[in-house]
């Protein structure tokens, strides 16, 4: 796997290849070897010669979300990897959490017209403030969860009412 990401604003080459003894990272021309091994809900725990990691890595649509050794990361997908996004951030009409955390912000209401990519809710998950954001232009059937509430990965955060066939 190839491609671009953009990590604050800058372009970032980077490549992820399997070896014999498990992957290789390329970043920019840095090389990062690991055995990863997977600990289950997008976690992982990272070993070589130098020790082990533990870090957690969610897909959300053009968003590659990475916590590592307590830091958090925010990468944007490039164009061409963001058209596959569509893993841990739900279907098309659900807008779920990509990783446990305390539901600070509700910005929207059942009946509230969104468009594809409006801020629909925050987390807030080690220390950062994380947007979930609405997978599709739509009217909101339901809000999951109260204020202050801890969510699981993956949970229901927001739903969006089936789109109209076009008759």
């Known amino acids: 796997m190839k491609g671009e990401l953009n990590y604050n604003g800058d372009r970032v080459n980077a490549s992820l290849s399997p070896t014999p003894e498990g992957v290789t990272l390329t970043l920019d021309g840095l090389i990062h070897e690991f055995r990863p091994v997977e600990l289950g809900q997008n976690r992982w725990l990272l070993c070589n010669s130098h020790g082990q990691l533990q870090a957690r890595v969610v897909r959300?649509?053009?968003?590659?979300?990475?916590?590592?050794?307590?830091?958090?990361?925010?990468?944007?997908?490039?164009?061409?990897?963001?058209?596959?996004?569509?893993?841990?951030?739900?279907?098309?009409?659900?807008?779920?959490?990509?990783?446990?955390?305390?539901?600070?912000?509700?910005?929207?209401?059942?009946?509230?017209?969104?468009?594809?990519?409006?801020?629909?809710?925050?987390?807030?998950?080690?220390?950062?403030?994380?947007?979930?954001?609405?997978?599709r232009a739509g009217i909101v059937e339901a809000v999951a969860g109260e204020l202050g509430t801890i969510i699981d990965a993956g949970a229901l955060v927001v739903s969006l009412a089936a789109e109209q066939s076009a008759k």
Request: glycine share 12%; no cysteine.
């Open 60 to 135: 959300d649509r053009d968003r590659l979300l990475v916590w590592l050794a307590g830091r958090a990361f925010e990468f944007q997908l490039t164009s061409g990897d963001a058209a596959a996004g569509e893993e841990s951030g739900g279907g098309e009409d659900e807008a779920r959490a990509p990783m446990p955390g305390t539901l600070i912000k509700l910005l929207v209401q059942p009946g509230a017209a969104v468009e594809q990519g409006q801020v629909l809710a925050i987390i807030e998950a080690m220390k950062m403030e994380h947007q979930i954001r609405a997978p």
